[in-house]
């Protein structure tokens, strides 16, 4: 075993086949808003079971373009869990909303659904569920809390393309769906994103968003033979080209492939964690296909914590955190409250927990390099 060889905490995965789909758009007639975004576009829909989805050039992007659809602005609140990236809630900000932090589940850090309710009140506009690691949130009871008060529910699924809740596809589990293609994400565009859902004039009103307001595109103009556009909202260019989608594309038709490896890199990383004293696993819920973006385990405390990611930087191994509290960032304290002790939950988890490598082109051999390291980290710090 060559226990220098560098492991990352993610890679992605690319092909041959990739490399030659990349370069049949970059030789294509269309290099951006083309055939092969409408078929990524498709094939999406297809795997989430939705009727619409719409590519962007981010995952950011994506969350920014449901924020502002829904027509959120000042005045408005939108819930979101204090474990999440802050992309969740930066979105909600550049439409001038207010986001509003909700604690997490102790065993999961997915968003609790007792803080959330205790969050509603009167400018409460919708609630952001954060598939946190790759495990659906209880969608259930967030569905049935949004119902109650008229809220849209959202999914960010960025780390959950694939998985599923009750046997229903992550994408089709709220009004609208966040999905991010950057490297580390489950397939990836190098940067991309893309939303989903049902809503045939909130898919409509998305394309117009991410292409400046404007109510058709190029190639819809030049096969009607059209000059003439109208801008009807204020938009951005958040495009996806035909390269990004090309290599999307490719990457989807392996996409349940990888999940199948890194559910077995995941359970191999359980049972070899069972032994080690003081670092555990998150929990895991019934009736969900988990899409395993990150094998995040929780330290006992901050020094083993600590500790453990010294020695696994002196074994070239790269661990994570996944996340710092997303209100105690200096922004949202400046701005939006956040302070100290507001979600207790998720103040407790960033001081302790630590993603460690997880990827399709892991084997067994890696996992194991990574538990002993861990173990022995560990040993020490008990003795
Ligand atoms: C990655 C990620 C985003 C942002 O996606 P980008 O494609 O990097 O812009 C948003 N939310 C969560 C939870 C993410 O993990």
């Known amino acids: ?50 009727a619409h989805a719409v590519a962007m050039s981010s995952g950011t992007a994506a969350l920014h373009a449901i924020n502002s659809v829904l027509g959120l602005g000042a005045g408005d609140e939108v819930i979101v869990p204090a474990m999440t990236f802050v992309a969740t809630a ?23 659904p007792d803080a959330v309710e205790t969050l509603i ?10 598939d946190y690691a790759g495990q659906c949130c209880d969608y259930q009871r967030l569905q049935q809390l949004c119902d109650a008060n008229n809220l849209t529910l959202i999914a ?3 780390h959950s393309l694939g998985g599923d809740y009750g046997g229903r596809p992550v994408g089709s589990l709220a009004r609208l769906s966040a999905f991010s293609f950057h490297p580390v994400k489950p397939i990836t565009t190098a940067e991309g994103g893309m939303v989903t859902s049902d809503d ?3 898919a409509t009103a998305l394309r117009r968003f991410r292409n400046h307001g404007i109510d058709s595109d190029a190639r819809q103009r030049a096969e009607r033979r059209e000059w003439g556009y109208a801008m009807e909202s204020l938009g951005w260019n ?54 395993w973006h990150l094998m995040v385990v929780r330290c006992r405390d901050e020094a083993l914590r600590q500790r453990l990611f010294q020695r696994l930087r002196d074994a ?11 209100h105690l960032h200096p922004f949202y304290r400046r701005h939006h409250g956040g302070r ?17 490598p997880l990827y399709p082109a892991m084997d067994v051999d890696d996992v194991e390099r990574v538990v002993d390291v861990v173990a022995a980290a560990a040993l020490e710090a008990a003795a």
Request: proline content about 5%.
């Open 238 to 291: 958040y495009r996806m080209s035909e390269l990004h989608a090309a290599l999307g594309l490719s990457q989807l038709t392996r996409l349940d492939e990888w999940i199948d490896q890194r559910s077995a890199l995941a359970e191999h990383y359980r049972r070899a964690l069972a032994t080690v004293d003081g670092v555990e696993p998150l929990a895991l819920l019934p009736e969900r296909r988990h899409a």
């Open 90 to 112: 930066n979105a909600v900000c550049m439409v001038g909303a207010t986001p509003r932090f909700a604690d997490v589940d102790r065993s999961t850090l997915l968003i609790d």
């Open 1 to 50: 075993m060559a226990t220098d060889r560098p492991l990352p905490y993610a890679r992605q995965s690319i092909d041959e086949e990739d490399v030659a789909r990349v370069v049949a758009a970059l030789r294509s007639d269309w290099l951006t808003t083309g055939p092969v975004v409408d078929a990524f576009e498709e094939a999406v829909a297809a795997r989430c079971g939705v």
């Open 121 to 130: 009140g009167p400018a409460t506009r919708a609630v952001v569920a954060v």
């Open 200 to 202: 045939r004039q909130l």
């Open 316 to 326: 070239s191994i790269a661990a994570v955190v996944h996340y710092p509290a997303l």
């Open 340 to 356: 100290d002790g507001l979600c207790p939950v998720a103040e407790g988890a960033a001081g302790t927990i630590l993603s460690l």
């Open 156 to 158: 960010d699924a960025c």
